[in-house]
């Protein structure tokens, strides 16, 4: 008898289209809503309507203008959250265990009854996707909500992450990326669909489609973005905007 092939593992994740992406934050404050209701604590704000406010997000959106070699300038926002990294640093370093990643779907999440707040994941993560909250004393994270994609109450159209149901023009995509058959892996497969830093080895869950070229068919191509090397995210990101 034949024995089956063993199914895909599951890879839960996030494909974020830089193309579509109009940095309207609708993402961010979702994000911050439902975490705030549904999160293991309130995401805390400090000063939150004073002259120098601060808090705790799970999501972040950065805009940016570039100007390709030819053609017209042009916005790129860039969405950034964790990327539940198959090859997680953040899960390595942590000395009380509190980082882990789920076998059943590939998510990264903490415990917080065991993070002691050491900062570590955040020193280990090159993506800048973990925040302390320094109301209470611990490090938080995209879990991609799984307080809701899990949750038979909630109707099914709901059962995706709140920035993923959020987006108005579509541009955030939520499913099984280690499955090939899946909507998101197509799309990946479509549109040249990327990882962050692929040399660091952390194999990045996510994936971002690239921005098209504005300016109708004769405009410049933008670069390509695999060929960007550096030794964190931001400076990553610094050198792939000088690269557009």
């Not at 809503?33 to 002259?51: I, M, V």
């Not at 900062?119 to 973990?130: E, F, I, Q, T, V």
Request: hydrophobic letters at 35%; charged letters at 20%; a negative charge.
């Amino acid at each position: 008898m034949t024995s089956l092939p063993p199914p895909p593992q599951k890879k839960l994740g996030l494909v974020i289209d830089l193309d579509t992406c109009v940095g309207c934050q609708a993402c961010v404050t979702a994000c911050k809503g439902w975490n705030d209701q549904g999160y293991g604590a309130p995401l805390s704000d400090d000063d939150a309507y004073g002259s120098d406010p601060c808090g705790t997000f799970l999501n972040r959106v950065h805009s940016y203008e570039v100007a390709p070699a030819e053609g017209p300038a042009q916005i790129v926002n860039f969405p950034r959250s964790c990327l539940h990294c198959e090859t997680a640093p953040c899960v390595t370093v942590c000395p009380t265990g509190a980082s882990y990643k789920r076998a059943e779907d590939g998510i990264v999440l903490v415990n917080e009854d065991a993070c002691i707040g050491c900062g570590l994941c955040a020193w280990a993560c090159p993506y800048g996707a973990r925040e302390l909250d320094a109301q209470a004393g611990v490090m938080k994270k995209c879990t991609l909500c799984v307080d809701r994609i899990y949750n038979d109450t909630l109707p099914e159209e709901d059962r995706v992450p709140a920035c993923v149901r959020t987006c108005p023009t579509g541009a955030r995509h939520f499913g099984d990326l280690g499955d090939p058959a899946s909507a998101v892996s197509q799309l990946v497969a479509a549109r040249g669909g990327y990882e962050l830093m692929p040399d660091l080895g952390t194999k990045p869950v996510n994936r971002y489609l690239p921005p098209r070229p504005k300016g109708g068919a004769d405009a410049a191509p933008l670069a390509p973005l695999l060929d960007i090397r550096a030794s964190g995210f931001a400076g990553w990101l610094d050198r792939l905007l000088e690269r557009l």
